[in-house]
């Protein structure tokens, strides 16, 4: 399975995405990694480029519930139905708001590595 | 008479061995015999090469000065919260800037949606500044501008504000973070490719030292890239090289190393093992004054000074139990003043997970001015001096951090070593080593990993962003812009895109761009025109 991590908005904190980089080469997929800065329609164009199965999303700055709906909005346009997952400084409560608005998960600061893979292997089956 | 052999290492005496973070073997027990041959004995405070502090009497004569880190929303919010801590005896500040200023986008700008004045004070023009410091006393209150990309520009507004404002410039003090090397590791607010980068940071170091010789226009970070996954050795070892990076382009320019080195700051991270920091100052400190002295040749005394901001770092608080916060800052707290720095600031127990609250940012501060008023640690210089565990891991310091400078010259020096994304990658694997060491349990960190509490509410307090704010930040935009002289504005634009073609310094252009309120996207825009962006190299 090939995920493509990502950075959307002028956030620059990427210890996370990286450590998350290495857990998910280290239990056998294969990860593609944007860079910072990416709009989220860089982020679509390049999860089809390189046939991702899924998308994930890192967010610190609290821009996470304007970042999914415009993720939301553009894999709509262009009609995908590729799963998208959002890590970062995620309060619980937001949650369920980044699940309505078409996240298939969230994983905040804190989120073991271990459970990120087993919840990515669930969804093999369905890929 | 034979010497009896005291049993010290953890073999002979049949215990664990330990290995701090830095990869140092500690002893169970330290002796005279581990420091026989150490120069400390012969080193006073207050004298080259400053081990034990850079002034004779340190906190006793003036303690540490106390800057924490603040500024959200407006520059009318920020200047209220400045306001706020100065009344609560805060003596310095430290001003947070949001995304879209620090990556060089307008308010208006569509990739600032949502971004504006979320995670620091927004500033498009010099009017935004004339608000944020209102009514402050620049001569009274040292201020720390923390931007990096677009420092130059924040660092003219601040010249110029203080310009409108009455104050002589030749006086002025302060600080601009303004280390773009760090940026590429650890932060990411980079802006243009990393030569131009560094020219931009030397151009205000040249013109600081001929224009405002007081003002500090760099404080090199260790503190990201030890947050980035760098350990304490590493921290210091990139920091210096980045600080001779820029030291050695300012030389190029012929000014000598005396008229800027003393304006040099460093911005380092607190978390850990308590000893192993306190090592890595004093003998951080220790190689810096022999790299200023020996290297570099500078006979002034001040010039080899080690200058420090020296705060609580982020990395070390959880999400988990964030209570324990308070009690670890407080220990980062008793770490930096045993170190002698010069400023302090802690992260906020709510800091792991967003903006602190009024209440958390003052207890931090409330933190610090116990320690100060109630714990005697301001009473004596370097109390830890003498101590053989911490003079020994003190000169081991000193040893390793030069080892590990010797490294970077192998990877064709410290601008080379982050365009290619050496020390990029060579950090975040240890950030992977580190962050699976918490989650297998081999790392302890209480709340995480052992006294874990089963029924945790992860409910907390989160900063709301203001998207009314926001827009008020972006009519105000607006209106500048509609009131200004259009053509003084194209005239300082295209004066400084002609200064960046002739490689001239730019801080005359930018400060003459920002007086006519050319915003700080205008000014970026002009500068990208003509030395292009940085293209990321990926790797983790």
Known sequence: ?127 | MNKIKTKKTAEELGVKKVFLESGIEVNPIYTAEDIENSSIKHEIPGQYPFTRGIHPSMYRNKPFTIRQYAGFGSPEETNERFQFLIKNGQTGLNVAFDLPTQCGLDSDDPRAFGEVGRVGMSIDTLEDFEIAFKNIDLDKITVSLTINGTAIIAIAMYIAMAEKNGYNISNLRGTAQNDILKEFIGRGTWIFPVDKSVKLVVDTIEYCAQHVPKYSPVSVCGYHIRESGANPIQEMAYAFCIAKAYSDGALSRGISIDDFASRLSFNFDIYGNLFEQVAKFRGGRRLWAKIIREEYGAKKESSSWLRMIAGGGGGGLTKEQPLNNIIRSSYYALISALSGTQTMALCSYDEAYTIPTEHSAEISLRTMQIMIHEMGVCDTVDPLGGSYYVEALTDRFEKDIKEEMKTVEKWNGIINAVATGKIQESVSRQAYEREMGVQNGTVPKVGVNIFVREEESKEVEFHPYNQEAAENQIKKLHKVKSSRNHQKVQECLEAIKKDAEQNKNLMPSVIAAVKEYCTVGEIVNAMKEVYGEFKEPIFF
Not at chain 1, 2 to 21: E, W
Not at chain 1, 76 to 86: E, H, N, R
Not at chain 1, 92 to 117: M, R
């Open chain 1, 1 to 127: 399975m090939k995920v493509l991590l990502s950075k959307p908005g002028l956030d620059g904190h990427d210890v996370g995405v990286k450590v998350l980089a290495h857990g998910l080469i280290d239990a056998g997929f294969e990860v593609v990694y944007t860079g910072l800065r990416k709009t989220i329609e860089e982020i679509v164009d390049t999860a089809i480029t390189n046939k991702a199965d899924i998308i994930g999303m890192s967010i610190l700055s609290g821009t996470h519930l304007v970042l999914a709906k415009k993720m939301n909005e553009v894999m709509q346009q262009k009609k995908l139905s590729i799963p998208w997952f959002v890590g970062g400084n995620i309060p619980a409560k937001d949650i369920e708001k980044l699940k309505q608005l078409g996240a298939h998960n969230a994983f905040p600061t804190g989120s073991k590595i271990a459970d990120v893979v087993n919840y990515f292997n669930t969804l093999k089956v369905n890929v």
